[in-house]
């Protein structure tokens, strides 16, 4: 078993005298240098010197040296390293949906692996206050979800809605619009009330059956939305009840009626 610690003593050797009044320490510290994305190449290596030591009252004193700007150089490229690795990303988990029918085709093995890659992507999310973000702002198509209320999967393939679904959302009106296309065309809108920057709960007002009849919503029509990954493409949404929900930007411009 090893030892709680361990001391190492060497015997001392006298100093030698500095070699002037004028000496200076010089200390060389090597970095690594920067990934590619940073733009400019940088040496292996990098000298720090020491301000001039000096003599006052009879003892030496050394320079010291300013090491802030250390964490801004370690830390400078890590907004970029995390925007390639969103690209990737996202790259791999449309790949991964594209076969998934949104969602409703997907097996236990196929869920686990969209989960997978989302909570990568979501560990990269740049956007940390969406509710503030205009980003957020318009219409986006449902590309995957794991809520059996939207997807139907009990269903025969012909009854499920086949057509896109759409959630619009903008964060200056606080108001959200679900729409689905053939064969139903049903609509429901909701006014969003702010939890915290990224979370809001929803309240459903009217929907609409085949985009024609409003009906007031029930009480109970209520939830809560979590915004986990946001950017001018694609958005990652968790729900109150654990569903997963993933879409991408179809219109900017397009607002919610009030």
């Known amino acids: 078993m090893a030892p709680a610690s361990l001391t190492l003593s060497l015997p001392r050797a006298p100093l030698p005298p500095p070699a002037g009044p004028g000496y200076s320490v010089a200390a060389c510290s090597h970095l690594p240098a920067p990934s590619r994305g940073s733009g400019r190449r940088r040496g292996p290596g990098i000298a720090l010197a020491a301000a001039p030591a000096g003599r006052q009252g009879g003892?030496?004193?050394a320079?010291?040296?300013s090491f802030s700007f250390l964490p801004s150089f370690f830390t400078?490229?890590?907004?970029?390293k995390d925007a390639e690795k969103a690209m990737r990303l996202k790259e791999e988990l449309l790949t991964a949906i594209a076969p998934l029918d949104r969602g409703a085709e997907a097996t236990p093995e196929d869920k686990e692996r969209v989960e997978q890659i989302v909570q990568q992507l979501e560990a990269v999310n740049q956007v940390k206050e969406p509710l503030?973000?205009?980003?957020?702002?318009?219409?986006?198509?449902?590309?995957?979800?794991t809520s059996t209320s939207i997807l139907q999967p009990q269903r025969?393939?012909?009854l499920r809605p086949f057509g896109k679904i759409y959630q619009a959302i903008n964060a200056d009106t606080l108001r959200a619009q679900n729409m689905e296309t053939?064969?139903?065309f049903n609509q429901v809108t909701a006014n969003l009330v702010p939890l915290n920057p990224r979370r809001v709960a929803v309240k459903f007002d009217y929907f609409k059956i085949?985009?024609?009849?409003?009906?007031?919503s029930p009480g109970s029509g209520k939830g809560e939305l979590e915004i986990t990954y946001l950017d001018d493409e694609l958005r990652v949404s968790r729900g109150d009840k654990g569903n997963l929900f993933v879409l991408k930007m179809i219109d900017p411009t397009y607002r919610v009626p009030l």
């Open 59 to 61: 003892r030496w004193r």
């Open 182 to 184: 053939w064969p139903y």
């Open 156 to 158: 025969p393939k012909y």
């Open 210 to 216: 085949f985009s024609l009849i409003p009906i007031k």
């Open 63 to 65: 320079g010291v040296s």
């Open 76 to 80: 400078g490229n890590k907004g970029e």
């Open 132 to 145: 503030k973000s205009d980003l957020l702002n318009g219409k986006w198509e449902l590309l995957y979800t």
